[in-house]
C-alpha cells in the first residue's frame, strides 16, 4: 500500500477503519475545512486529541489502515517481532477486552496439519487458569494470518529488563523464577511442557507478578521443521534459542518432559544473575553442545558473592541428567523459596505453593517381582512418575477404596503408602524432637583438602570430585542432651552430669552404635517425616559437602578460623595454642550447641565444639578418581569421626580434618548429628 498524499486519502483512510467515532469524523473533518492542512498536520492533530494511537495514525499515514483490523481485534500498537511472528496489543471490538495478539508469521503455518496442531494447541493452553501464566483466549484466522490473542500484561519481558538494567538482585530474580516455576508446574499438572522457557517468554508486570509466556508455541518450531524438513535448517528444527536448552531437548526434541523446563528455567535464573547466558560465544551448534558435555553453570565462578547454597540449586537444576533435577517445577519453587524477599505480613510463605506432586514412594518392582520396593520421589523413573500422574487422584481413592474393603487396614496402609505423595522438600524442617534441619541440595564438590592446606592430615587425600546426587537434610547443630534424652532416655554425656539443665549443650560421651541407635528410634519416632525418607548417621562425604556449603578453603569461613561466640576451639588458627593464651585454651567441654556463626548452608558448629560420627568405616586415604554418592569401604574396624571439638587444635576443625575412633569409643569430645535422607 502505497502511503496516503492527500487530506483528502488521509481522511477517506481515516473513515474506512472504522476506529473514530461519527462525531469525531464529523469534528475532524470540519476542523479540516477550515484550517486546510495537509496530510502531515491531520496525523499531530489527531495525535494531540488522543483519539489514536501514535501506531495507528501512522499505519494510516502509510496507507496500511486495513491491516490494523484483525478479526473482531483492532490493533492499537506493535509490541514486538519474535521468531514467529509480531505482537500487537489489541482491542476485541465487540467485548472490548484488551488483548495482546500473535500473528504468527505465514510460513510458520504453511501445512493444515501444522494448523490443526496449533489449533489444538492453544486450546489446551487455554483450558489454563494460573496467576503465572498468561491466559490464551483464542486461536483464529484472519486473511489468511493466524493469530493468537492472549491475555495482555502491562509489563516487560525479562531478556529486556536484564539489557535495560543488568544483572538483578537476588531476591528480585529468585523470586521471578519461583513464579514462573509456579505457573510451569500448573501446565506440567496438565500434562503440559512449555519446551521454550527463556528470558523473553517470561514477562513481569508492573505490580511484581510473573507470568510465563508462549505456552504451546514451541510446536511451531519443532512442526515446522519436521513437516518441510528441506527448508529448515538443522538448527531451526531444534530450537528457536539454543542458550537455554536442556541437553536431552537438543538430542531428541519431541520427547522432553516438564524436566527440560526445570533446565531450562535453571539456565534462565543464570542469566538474571550474571547478565549472561551460560554458555556464551560460538555459533548455535557449539552452544548446544556445551549444554551436552560442559560442566553446569558454576554461579560462583561469575559471582563470587552469591550464596553456595543457590549456587547448588542452580547446578541441581541444570544437571545434565534430568534424573538428577528437581523432578517438578514446583520443588524448585520450595527450593527458591529462602532466596525469596519475605512474604507480605499475614501470609504464609508456602500459602502460595500448590500441593505436592504426585509421585509415588512405593513402587512395583519394574522388574517384575510383586514385592514393594521404595522409590524416593526425586528419583522415581520418569515411567513410573508418568504412569502416576495419568491414573489421578480418582484412581487413586478408587484403589484405595478396594484396597481398603478387602484388606481391611492393612490394604489401606498399603493404599496411603502408595498414593499419597509427600510435599516436596522445604527449606528447613523441624521434627517432632524440636530438631532443626537444613535441607542440602545435591551437587558436585572436591573432598579432601589441597597438599598446600596448613595443617593438613595424611589421611585427607587424594583429593577428588564427588558427586551427591540427592537432596538431604542434615541437623543445623550437633544433637543435644535434651533430644538424646527424649529419645533414649537418658544422656550419656559428661555435660549432662556435670551442669544442671544441659538440655542444649551437644550429647557426647557417646558410642557409634549409640548414636546409630538413636537415629532408628527417631525415624520410628517421626512421623511427619517424608515417606521413604529414615534418619542416619551421615556418609562422611555428605559432612563434608554440608560443612564446606560451596566453600574450598580449609574453613567454611574462610583459611582463617574466625573467632566466633561460645566456640573454644584455637581462634587464632594455629596448629596447637600456646598453653599461656587464654583465648585459645579450652574450659575442658563444649558449648551449647547453635553458637557459631551458620556456614552458607546454615550449617551451625561444623568446624567445632564436639566431633562427629559419622556412618562410613575409616580408611587412611580415599579411592583415586571421581566417585557418586561415596559411603567409605565396604569394612573395616574403625569409623570415621570428622570436625574439630572444643579442645582440638584449629587445625582438625577444618572441613577436610578426619579421624578414625573404634565404634566403642566414648569421648566427651565425640557426638553426632544426623541426617534425613532417602532409603536408597
Ligand atoms: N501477552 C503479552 N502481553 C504483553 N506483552 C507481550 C505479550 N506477549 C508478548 N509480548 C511482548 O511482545 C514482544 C514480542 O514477543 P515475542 O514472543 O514475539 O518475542 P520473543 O519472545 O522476543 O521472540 P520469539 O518468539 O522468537 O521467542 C516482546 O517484547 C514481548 O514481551
Request: aromatic share 8%.
Amino acid at each position: 500500500m502505497a502511503p496516503v498524499t492527500s487530506t483528502t486519502d488521509f481522511l477517506n483512510a481515516l473513515a474506512a477503519t472504522g476506529f473514530l467515532t461519527d462525531t469525531q469524523l464529523a469534528a475532524l473533518k470540519g476542523w479540516a475545512q477550515i484550517q486546510r492542512p495537509d496530510a502531515n498536520t491531520i496525523a499531530i492533530e489527531l495525535n494531540k486529541r488522543g483519539w489514536l494511537t501514535g501506531y495507528q495514525i501512522k499505519e494510516i499515514y502509510r496507507g496500511r489502515g486495513p491491516g490494523l483490523s484483525i478479526g473482531p481485534y483492532r490493533v492499537a500498537d506493535l509490541l514486538g517481532e519474535g521468531a514467529m511472528g509480531r505482537v500487537f496489543r489489541a482491542t476485541h471490538m465487540r467485548l472490548g477486552r484488551e488483548v495482546a495478539l500473535k500473528v504468527i508469521r505465514r510460513d510458520k503455518l504453511a501445512n493444515p496439519l501444522t494448523v490443526r496442531r496449533f489449533q489444538q494447541e492453544i486450546r489446551a493452553v487455554a483450558q489454563l487458569s494460573h496467576p503465572n501464566v498468561v491466559m490464551a483466549f483464542d486461536a483464529d484466522e484472519a486473511n489468511g494470518d493466524h493469530f493468537l490473542a492472549m491475555e495482555f500484561v502491562d509489563g516487560t519481558d525479562l531478556t529486556k529488563l536484564v539489557r535495560e538494567r543488568g544483572p538483578m538482585p537476588i531476591p528480585v530474580a529468585c523470586d521471578y523464577i519461583r513464579q514462573a516455576a509456579l505457573g510451569l508446574h500448573h501446565a506440567y499438572e496438565r500434562g503440559m511442557v512449555h519446551r521454550d522457557v527463556k528470558p523473553s517468554n517470561i514477562i513481569a508486570a508492573k505490580t511484581g507478578q510473573v507470568k510465563v509466556l508462549d505456552l504451546g508455541l514451541a510446536m511451531l518450531n519443532t512442526a515446522t521443521a519436521s513437516e518441510s524438513s528441506t527448508r529448515v535448517t538443522q538448527e531451526g528444527f531444534v530450537l528457536g534459542t539454543p542458550d537455554f536448552l536442556a541437553p536431552e531437548q537438543a538430542q531428541n526434541p519431541q520427547q522432553v518432559d516438564t524436566r527440560a523446563d526445570v533446565y531450562a528455567l535453571g539456565t534462565t535464573l543464570f542469566y538474571l544473575l550474571t547478565g549472561q547466558t551460560p554458555y556464551e560465544g560460538g555459533n548455535s551448534t557449539e552452544k548446544l553442545l556445551k549444554h551436552i558435555t560442559d560442566p553446569p553453570p558454576q554461579l560462583l565462578a561469575r559471582m563470587p558473592t552469591a550464596p553456595p547454597q543457590l549456587d547448588a540449586i542452580i547446578q541441581w537444576m541444570t544437571a545434565k541428567d534430568p534424573r538428577h533435577r528437581p523432578q517438578t517445577p514446583v520443588e524448585v519453587a520450595h527450593a527458591l523459596l529462602p532466596f525469596c524477599p519475605p512474604p507480605p505480613p499475614g501470609t504464609h510463605p508456602h500459602q502460595a505453593l500448590p500441593p505436592a506432586p504426585v509421585a509415588p514412594v512405593f513402587a512395583l518392582d519394574p522388574k517384575g517381582s510383586s514385592h514393594l520396593f521404595m522409590l524416593p520421589a526425586s528419583e522415581a523413573p520418569a515411567r513410573i512418575r508418568e504412569r502416576s500422574r495419568k491414573s489421578g487422584s480418582l484412581t487413586g481413592w478408587l484403589v484405595g477404596l478396594v484396597a481398603l474393603v478387602t484388606f481391611g487396614v492393612g490394604g489401606y496402609v498399603v493404599y496411603r503408602l502408595a498414593f499419597l505423595a509427600d510435599p516436596p522438600p522445604t527449606a528447613e524442617y523441624t521434627n517432632p524432637l524440636g530438631m532443626k534441619l537444613v535441607l542440602v541440595p545435591p551437587g558436585k564438590f572436591l573432598m579432601g583438602s589441597p597438599d598446600s592446606e596448613r595443617g593438613r592430615g595424611f589421611d585427607e587425600g587424594p583429593v577428588g570430585e564427588v558427586t551427591l546426587e540427592n537432596a538431604y537434610y542434615i541437623g543445623a547443630t550437633e544433637v543435644t542432651n535434651g533430644q538424646f534424652q527424649q529419645l533414649m532416655g537418658k544422656s550419656p554425656a559428661r555435660t549432662a552430669v556435670r551442669i544442671r539443665g544441659a538440655t542444649d549443650y551437644p550429647v557426647e560421651t557417646v558410642t557409634w552404635a549409640e548414636a546409630v541407635e538413636f537415629c532408628k528410634k527417631l525415624t520410628e519416632r517421626d512421623r511427619t517425616k517424608r515417606r521413604g525418607w529414615a534418619y542416619r548417621l551421615p556418609t562422611e562425604a555428605e559432612w563434608e559437602y554440608a560443612c564446606r556449603a560451596g566453600t574450598t578453603t580449609a574453613y567454611p569461613s574462610g583459611d582463617q578460623l574466625l573467632p566466633a561466640q561460645g566456640e573454644t576451639f584455637d581462634p587464632l588458627g594455629k596448629d596447637d595454642p600456646p598453653p599461656d593464651d587464654p583465648n585459645a585454651k579450652s574450659p575442658g567441654q563444649p558449648s551449647k550447641v547453635g553458637q557459631a556463626k551458620a556456614n552458607a548452608f546454615n550449617l551451625l558448629d561444623c568446624p567445632g565444639n564436639v566431633a562427629e560420627w559419622c556412618s562410613d568405616f575409616y580408611a587412611r586415604s580415599y579411592p583415586a578418581g571421581p566417585r557418586v554418592n561415596p559411603t567409605g569401604p565396604a569394612t573395616g574396624d574403625v569409623r570415621a569421626v570428622r570436625g574439630g571439638a572444643f579442645d582440638s587444635p584449629a587445625a582438625r576443625c577444618r572441613s577436610a580434618a578426619r579421624a578414625g575412633h573404634p565404634p566403642d569409643t566414648r569421648e566427651p569430645s565425640i557426638g553426632f548429628r544426623v541426617v534425613l535422607a532417602p532409603v536408597p
